[in-house]
């Protein structure tokens, strides 16, 4: 896949964010070959299997300007780096428990310039914040997960959806969905790219 059909998929974006697309796989080949945070067989499909799939999350639910979200088990930044291209106005907080991918993510996201992303090498329970929403890409099982970041939520609601997770996973979901006893609603990315990857990929949206 190349930037340009990333871009057939989000044909509203600015110079700028195209700019800014079109320079991750150079500064990812670059950080990867020194601080391995992608797969070497997924860094040459970086725009399908990275950064098309955190967007999955901007098919979902469009940020707003002011907004807050987390993004929790970050890795080398997804889906928080294509998510904070996507909305500039909007505030991004990457966290890892691992520190080197931190250091990836601060590099990356100084190098395009980000001004609404900081990033910080810290466990979700030891954030002391409260957000709009909260993303993550499949660090654990969603009843693993919620405990986490239960309690984080902002109360007033300013979004279409009401203030929660947006949570990237992939395959049959509904024994996890029933063990977590959480109320989800499931949308299925294969709705919105047509790039078999996609077909058993979903966002997972639970209510905060």
């Known amino acids: 896949m190349t930037s340009d059909q990333l871009f057939t998929y989000f044909p509203n974006l600015t110079d700028t964010q195209k700019q800014q697309f079109e320079q991750l796989p150079a500064l990812y080949e670059f950080w990867n070959n020194q601080i391995n945070v992608i797969s070497r067989k997924d860094i040459d499909q970086l725009f399908e299997r990275h950064v098309l799939h955190s967007l999955g999350i ?21 889906p928080g780096i294509p998510l904070a291209i996507m909305f500039p106005e909007t505030q991004f907080y990457l966290v890892d428990s691992i520190g080197k991918k931190i250091k990836v993510v601060q590099e990356v996201a100084n190098a395009l310039g980000l ?30 997960f919620y405990p986490w970041i239960r309690g984080k939520f902002k109360k007033e609601q300013k979004n279409k959806l009401p203030n929660g997770i ?33 077909e058993t990929k979903q966002v997972i949206y639970v209510v905060g």
């Open 58 to 78: 901007a098919k979902v639910m469009a940020f707003l300007p002011g907004e807050s979200v987390l993004d929790v088990g970050t890795g080398g930044g997804f």
């Open 166 to 198: 947006l949570y990237l996973k992939g395959g049959d979901l509904t024994d996890e969905i029933k063990e977590s006893g959480l109320k989800v609603h499931q949308y299925y990315l294969k709705d919105y790219y047509n790039e078999e990857f996609f």
């Open 115 to 144: 001004k609404n992303l900081r990033a910080e090498h810290l466990r979700a329970e030891q954030v002391d914040e409260k957000f709009d929403f909260i993303v993550s890409r499949a660090v654990t099982r969603l009843g693993e």
